[in-house]
């Protein structure tokens, strides 16, 4: 009975977690996709992403990097290719216990584990090998796609060339904030 009541417990308060957790909308050339965001997990990461959102950082950049079956990656240059200006780099919060499984959000970065800044990328499939493991720093997860994943897939499959770009640009019309309020 005990157990059973811890479980109940545990269930109403994921439950109560996942609805004050905030989403947005990445709406692309392909279509949207809802992202809800872990502040309480990922709260430097979310404040970071959501700093771009909040002044519309995001509009016309791209998804520059294209791997079908590892992820697509964006936010970070336009369709010509200028990079956009970036904040401060952040901290890596790679070790909050989130996952790079299929469908999860992270912060890209350079090989120096504190050099996230704008870029970040969707997991099309599981890729834990990503995760921080035996003290070295992973790639920090920061939100989940909760709608839109056959979208994933369709920008995942889209033709490229070098360097894994698209040869037709998938832009980033704009990521707004959806329904819930910033923590």
Do not use: C
């Amino acid at each position: 009975m005990k157990q059973l009541l811890s479980f109940f417990l545990l269930l109403i308060s994921s439950t109560t977690f996942a609805a004050n957790n905030p989403s947005v909308i990445i709406d692309t050339s392909k279509g949207q996709i809802t992202v809800e965001l872990f502040p309480d997990l990922a709260p430097k990461s979310v404040a970071n992403f959501l700093a771009y959102v909040q002044k519309d950082g995001f509009k016309q950049t791209i998804f520059h990097r294209v791997i079908n079956g590892f992820m697509i990656q964006g936010g970070g240059e336009n369709e010509s290719g200028k990079k956009f200006d970036s904040l401060t780099a952040i901290e890596n919060e790679s070790r909050n216990g989130l996952s790079n499984e299929r469908g999860t959000l992270a912060m890209a970065r350079t090989s120096f584990p504190h050099s996230a800044t704008r870029q970040f990328f969707i997991n099309q499939k599981d890729n834990t090998f990503l995760d921080a493991k035996n003290g070295n720093w992973g790639y920090a997860v920061f939100g989940k796609v909760t709608q839109g994943m056959t979208i994933v897939d369709s920008i995942a499959t889209v033709k490229t060339r070098g360097a894994d770009r698209p040869v037709q640009a998938v832009t980033i019309n704009s990521i707004t904030l959806h329904g819930s309020e910033i923590k």
